[in-house]
């Protein structure tokens, strides 16, 4: 046989190096996928952030392999493959067909934002998968730019919203459909290219695909995909039978746009794998957008469960085999239409806490102390001095929590967040009429135990154009970053504002700000809450602290019990 030739098939057993060659190929598509949308995306979110996320499925919707991005996206394209087809059956597909629906309440629905693109994949005239691409679009119309308004009533303040239809036909972009598209947006060239470069995406991962079936035969893809599946499921397994048996509980009470609104999961592990149950949770919210639909809920729980297992074991559909996750329609975690949405992020951060928090006391090696969870996101739109319009999006990293025998990160991503970044202070100047005056660590009080929690961060924009509106995310529990084992709590994200006048305010939930030219507004990041007793400390790690600036040489005494003295190096 030479390289050439296509390699089949004949019987139910396979060449288990054949196994290996299309694992790494399937993940090699999927690297693939993700460095196409980045290299062609026009959004910073995109292709600084990394607000995206790609996936390979079979063509039952059983997840094969996912790209980077965010970690709230666990497993999401099966649940989305399977939507689809509820309103496109694989027999009214064809090749060259592209779908496409940002629907927040559909299996794998987010927010209005995130446009997923998902394509087919023919071999010998069937459906042999599908290549998906989900992708923060900046805006996508509704009462405000970015199409995040925190005090949305209902999901059509927050933007358009398109249910499952074919954008590409054939290959073929329907006009009407992008010039729709492109007429709600205040960004119109930014996300059409962002879905041109989705397009490009999936078209690489259908590709590649169907070079694996060339190569090997469709009968050795499949039997391949389904052992993938079934190694990983056992991987899970095996794992969470390693766990303690038993049932751990927490809660969480939010406050948003003079609403409050209480989370509560019970979790337990036993020969069945892992079950979180959110019956209790409250209603649904009306006048806030902090409600969760779709399958956000079940991403929040995978998210955790993942963490528990280990980045060691793959992203497939046998990943969760082991996962139930239980809750009542109508909660604000799983919301039906037309609840707002916009902030769905912030509610499944408070949906994976919770979980994270009742688990952490049997696997703390793995589920450190609470970290600052909302993901420090400003949002700033305004004219430009050249005449024309921005609309800017950012997140910023914050502190996590402490484990037993590591002091908390600093400075890291959110846990929804994954694998995206911060947009570059450089690229942030060069794009968008602002100046960073200031990005450091905040070492305000915090965190403190015997291991310490992780500092947040202070990022301080100024204006330079005439005007702009202003939306922090900001931080809605009632109580701040939660301590383990006796190490006390972290602080909340906050915003602070200084006028053009001197004048300051500070806010800690998320609100909408008019700002002017001149003035600064500062994004800070939470601190994680620490682990253990601070009195336990290591009076050597205490001298560092005070050396390197996180404490005072006032905190050292008062918290930890170290005299620093001045002649102390």
């Given at each position: 046989m030479t390289a050439s030739e296509p390699h089949t098939n004949s019987g139910p057993g396979f060449d288990p190096f054949d196994l290996e060659i299309i694992r790494e190929y399937l993940q090699a598509a999927i690297d693939e996928m993700f460095a196409v949308t980045v290299r062609s995306s026009q959004s910073t979110m995109i292709y600084e952030v990394l607000d995206f996320a790609v996936g390979l499925t079979d063509a039952a919707g059983r997840q094969i392999s996912q790209g980077a991005g965010l970690a709230i996206l666990p497993g999401v394209f099966g649940e989305i493959v399977r939507g689809a087809l509820e309103n496109h059956p694989i027999d009214t597909l064809n090749e060259g067909d592209i779908l496409i629906s940002n629907d927040p309440y559909v299996p794998g629905g987010t927010h209005l934002n995130d446009?997923?693109?998902?394509?087919?994949?023919?071999?010998?005239?069937?459906?042999?998968?599908?290549?998906?691409?989900?992708?923060?679009?900046?805006?996508?119309?509704?009462?405000?730019?970015?199409?995040?308004?925190?005090?949305?009533?209902?999901?059509?303040?927050?933007?358009?919203?398109?249910?499952?239809?074919?954008?590409?036909?054939?290959?073929?972009?329907?006009?009407?459909?992008?010039?729709?598209?492109?007429?709600?947006?205040r960004a119109p060239d930014t996300v059409i290219g962002d879905l041109y470069a989705q397009a490009a995406s999936v078209r690489t991962g259908a590709r590649r695909l169907k070079e694996i079936c060339t190569r090997y035969g469709v009968n050795t893809y499949i039997a391949s995909v389904d052992r993938l599946i079934s190694e990983t499921a056992r991987r899970v397994q095996t794992r969470l039978a390693e766990l303690p048996q038993g049932t751990w509980s927490s809660e969480q009470s939010i406050e948003i746009a003079g609403t409050s609104a209480k989370a509560t999961v019970t979790v337990t592990i036993d020969d069945n794998g892992m079950a979180c149950d959110f019956t209790g949770t409250d209603p649904q919210i009306v006048g806030?957008?902090?409600?969760?639909?779709?399958?956000?809920?079940?991403?929040?729980?995978?998210?955790?469960?993942?963490?528990?297992?280990?980045?060691?074991?793959?992203?497939?559909?046998?990943?969760?085999?082991?996962?139930?996750?239980?809750?009542?329609d109508g909660t604000f975690m799983t919301a039906g239409p037309p609840a707002a949405l916009s902030l769905y992020f912030q509610a499944v951060a408070i949906?994976?806490?919770?979980?994270?928090?009742?688990?952490?006391?049997?696997?703390?090696?793995?589920?450190?102390?609470?970290?600052?969870?909302?993901?420090?996101?400003?949002?700033?739109?305004?004219?430009?001095?050249?005449?024309?319009?921005f609309v800017m999006a950012e997140p910023n990293p914050g502190g996590w929590g402490a484990g037993p025998g590591a002091d908390g990160e600093r400075a890291l991503t959110s846990l929804h967040g994954g694998d995206t970044l911060n947009v570059p202070v450089e690229v942030t100047e060069q794009r968008f009429p602002v100046l960073i005056e200031k990005y450091c660590f905040d070492t305000s009080a915090g965190g403190s135990g015997q291991w310490r929690g992780g500092e947040g961060v202070i990022r301080s924009v100024r204006i330079l154009g005439e005007r702009a509106m202003a939306t922090?995310?900001?931080?809605?529990?009632?109580?701040?970053?939660?301590?383990?084992d006796g190490g006390e709590p972290?602080?909340?994200?906050?915003?602070?504002?200084?006028?053009?006048?001197?004048?300051?305010?500070?806010?800690?939930?998320?609100?909408?700000?008019?700002?002017?030219?001149?003035?600064?507004?500062?994004?800070?990041?939470?601190?994680?809450?620490?682990w253990g007793d601070p009195r336990q400390r290591d009076p050597e790690l205490v001298r560092r602290d005070v050396h390197n600036g996180f404490i005072t040489a006032n905190d050292a005494a008062e918290t930890y019990g170290v005299v620093i003295s001045e002649t102390t190096p």
């Open positions: 446009f997923c693109l998902l394509m087919p994949v023919f071999f010998d005239g069937s459906v042999v998968g599908f290549a998906g691409n989900k992708a923060h679009w900046i805006d996508v119309g509704g009462k405000e730019p970015g199409s995040n308004p925190v005090d949305a009533t209902e999901t059509f303040e927050e933007g358009i919203r398109i249910p499952w239809t074919k954008i590409f036909r054939g290959g073929s972009i329907d006009d009407g459909l992008r010039a729709i598209l492109a007429a709600n947006s806030a957008s902090i409600n969760l639909a779709g399958s956000g809920l079940r991403h929040a729980c995978s998210t955790v469960l993942q963490a528990i297992v280990g980045t060691e074991v793959p992203i497939n559909a046998g990943t969760y085999e082991s996962l139930q996750v239980i809750c009542p949906a994976a806490d919770l979980v994270w928090r009742a688990l952490s006391p049997i696997v703390p090696d793995r589920l450190p102390a609470g970290h600052y969870l909302f993901g420090g996101i400003l949002v700033l739109s305004g004219p430009t001095p050249e005449g024309g319009f922090p995310m900001g931080d809605h529990r009632t109580t701040p970053t939660w301590g383990a972290g602080n909340f994200n906050r915003t602070e504002i200084l006028r053009a006048n001197g004048e300051t305010e500070t806010f800690i939930a998320s609100t909408r700000l008019m700002l002017s030219k001149g003035d600064v507004i500062s994004t800070i990041t939470g601190k994680g809450g620490g």
